[in-house]
């Protein structure tokens, strides 16, 4: 892979860590503060609102600026945010205000973020090992998505909010400078004009004469609707309907943790050998089937082996969907292609968990919203097998 792009790998997980660990001690600030559930989840709503609001300009960003200078900027911007405000808690209980206020500003950062780490990682690596890299990067994401809960959660319970967010500031510092080391990022050359003619010049590539990039992300937005669904109201589910317990609810989602681990390593090995139009449908397909297979399922490891399976199947479409985004769209663009591609994948998942809340709450049957959560899936594959990505074929890289 080289060292840059460990380097770049070190780094992104490591300030995935510290979003993780602010996500869990804001809200916990919050509601220590307030005892107010409306309260805490305002937090929760404006750490990820500005992924709809900013996504777009920060493929702007990576497109106009060098993609290694906006990593290190983002990273030393969220680690002084965070230091501001661990000093501020540490010297009393700051006002409510102000917490939201950083909340926002801190979640503003991963938006910008985003862009120029996945429009750098070709630049990184080997063409032949784009699809290795992507599954490297998709197994980091969700080893972080199981400790950074746990971490962030730990450091509160230990050493109390003030000590977590100046972790959290650590965290962010120490991955500017793991970023920093690269030397083989390539220089950008800047085109000064007005973002809304960069807009416009991402937005024509997106939905131009070749709709396989739109596909992909139009597949992307429905997947995560199918998969949120579930997703939003799974802990309700196993608690509400099964009566599980906190551990066998761990459990499930060990299972899940080892499924993408799994898919993503499946993704990499196979995307050289088979056509990304077979890996898609097939991976959505299998998804489809475990979710259905959850409808029966009963009891942790049958419930967990069963959302294992939709998460190995996930991990496999994500890295060749990644890497078919990363080969098809040009260096140029592609900070603005998949800044806005990540925008619309994102939106589906306040619908879904918003969907997921008003059927539960209407019908009062999670079994039901299971089965049009696979029949979703289902319909994907199939329509992925008749969608521009047939014609897609990724060449062995030039001698």
């Known amino acids: 892979m080289g ?16 979003t993780w660990i602010y996500r869990l001690a804001l809200p916990l600030l919050v509601l220590e503060l307030t005892g107010s559930a409306l309260g805490t989840g305002l937090v929760y ?16 960003l990576a497109d106009r600026h060098s993609r290694k200078v906006i990593l290190v900027a983002g990273d030393l911007a969220a680690g002084a945010l965070a230091l501001a ?18 909340a ?3 979640a503003c950062v991963d938006p910008l973020y985003q862009p120029a780490f996945r429009a750098l990682v070709p630049s990184l690596v080997p063409v032949e090992r784009l699809a290795p890299a992507n599954a490297r990067i998709h197994i980091g994401e969700h080893a972080v998505n199981l400790l950074g809960p746990m971490l962030g959660g730990a450091l509160v319970v230990a050493f109390g909010h003030q000590v977590a967010i100046y972790v959290d500031a650590a965290t962010f510092l120490l991955s ?20 809304l003619a960069d807009l416009r010049e991402g937005f024509g590539y997106l939905f131009g004469a070749d709709r396989t990039v739109l596909t992909l992300a139009v597949f992307a937005f429905a997947g995560n609707f ?12 196993l608690t509400a309907y099964h009566h599980f317990s906190p551990g066998q609810i761990g459990v499930v989602y060990a299972f899940q943790g080892a499924g993408a681990v799994l898919g993503a390593l499946l993704g990499g090995r196979l995307l050289p050998r088979i056509r990304p139009v077979t890996l898609i449908s097939a991976g959505m397909l299998l998804e489809g089937v475990s979710i259905l297979a959850m409808i029966p399922a009963r009891g942790p490891l049958l419930i967990g082996l069963a959302w ?11 890295v060749a969907l990644m890497t078919v985004r990363q080969r098809l769209i040009p260096d140029h663009l592609l900070g603005r292609v998949l800044g806005t591609a990540r925008m619309i994948a994102f939106l589906a998942i306040p619908l879904a968990a ?5 059927f539960e709450s209407a019908v009062h049957d999670a079994y039901a919203l299971m089965a049009f959560a696979g029949a979703v899936s289902l319909l994907i594959a199939l329509a992925a097998a008749r969608s521009p990505l047939r014609n897609v074929v990724l060449e062995p890289a030039a001698p």
């Not at 500017?176 to 973002?195: K, Q």
């Open 45 to 60: 709503a404006l750490e990820y609102l500005p992924y709809l609001a900013l996504a777009m300009f920060g493929g702007v």
């Open 176 to 195: 500017a400078a793991l970023i920093a080391l690269i030397r083989t990022a390539p220089a950008v050359t800047r085109a000064y004009r007005s973002v």
């Open 85 to 102: 405000l661990a000093v501020v808690v540490t010297l009393g209980a700051p006002p409510l205000w102000l917490i939201y206020a950083m």
């Open 308 to 318: 294992m399976g939709q998460f190995a199947a996930a991990g496999v479409g994500i």
């Open 226 to 237: 199918g998969v949120w669904l579930l997703l939003a109201d799974m802990v309700f589910y």
């Open 3 to 18: 060292a840059g792009f460990w380097l770049l790998l070190s780094g992104f997980l490591v300030s995935s860590l510290g």
């Open 104 to 106: 926002f500003l801190l």
């Open 354 to 358: 918003l969907t997921a809340g008003v």
